[in-house]
T-cell receptor, first 108, second 114 residues
Framework: TQLLKQSPQFLSIQEGENLTVYCNSS?????LQWYRQEPGEGPVLLVT?????EVKKLKRLTFQFGDARKDSSLHITAAQPGDTGLYLC????????FGAGTRLTVKP | DSGVTQTPKHLITATGQRVTLRCSPR?????VYWYQQSLDQGLQFLIQ???????AKGNILERFSAQQFPDLHSELNLSSLELGDSALYFC?????????????FGSGTRLTVV
């Protein structure tokens, strides 16, 4: 059983569309991180959110940490083929536990 | 190049055998973490070392063991291998013991047990 549930599992969209992926848990975390993983590579850290309600922007990506620090969302505006990859959220307390990920495909 | 080096990149071995995976952390990082990634289980935390000492343990089987050496490189030993051990094994490193600042991952070792 995954501590963190990510939805949707798979998402295939056209270039230029907007999308939101979700990361939910019944546990409270001291921080939550988002990573992107491409085939044959390790995950790469995108952002860390620490405060409940915090919103961080990274170019076309917007990350939000829930008020109760149990969930998070990632919104991508005007998706591009280069955004294709596996998006993983990870909750931190004494260690870091990952969700199963959302596999995003952006078609040109 | 993330700065975290894992060797070998690929490994094919038979059931019952023993293998050693190696990780060199990013320069200056004291913490090393090992993760197993399979299609059905996702990224599973195995174990963390900080400055040579075991810091946290996750879902690591008794057949698996790890250590961190004085030069901070780490090895993950997998023994009595089973078909189900086939997976990607990732090493990650961070400067501090806390996970709050994020990890830098290596490119992984793909283990295939036949």
């Amino acid at each position: 059983t995954q501590l963190l549930k990510q939805s949707p599992q798979f998402l295939s969209i056209q270039e230029g569309e907007n999308l939101t992926v979700y990361c939910n848990s019944s546990s409270v975390f001291s921080s939550l991180q988002w990573y992107r993983q491409e085939p044959g590579e390790g995950p790469v850290l995108l952002v860390t959110v620490v405060t409940g309600g915090e919103v961080k922007k990274l170019k076309r990506l917007t990350f939000q940490f829930g008020d109760a620090r149990k969930d998070s969302s990632l919104h991508i505006t005007a998706a591009q083929p280069g955004d294709t990859g596996l998006y993983l959220c990870a909750g931190v307390n004494n260690d870091m536990r990952f969700g199963a990920g959302t596999r995003l495909t952006v078609k040109p | 190049d993330s700065g975290v080096t894992q060797t070998p990149k690929h490994l094919i071995t038979a059931t019952g055998q023993r293998v050693t995976l190696r990780c060199s952390p990013r320069s200056g990082d004291l913490s090393v973490y090992w993760y197993q990634q399979s299609l059905d289980q996702g990224l599973q935390f195995l174990i963390q070392y900080y400055n040579g000492e075991e810091r946290a343990k996750g879902n690591i089987l008794e057949r698996f063991s790890a250590q961190q050496f004085p030069d901070l490189h780490s090895e993950l030993n997998l023994s009595s291998l089973e078909l189900g051990d086939s997976a990607l094994y990732f090493c990650a490193s961070s400067a501090v013991a806390s996970a709050n600042y994020g990890y830098t991952f290596g490119s992984g070792t793909r283990l295939t047990v036949v």
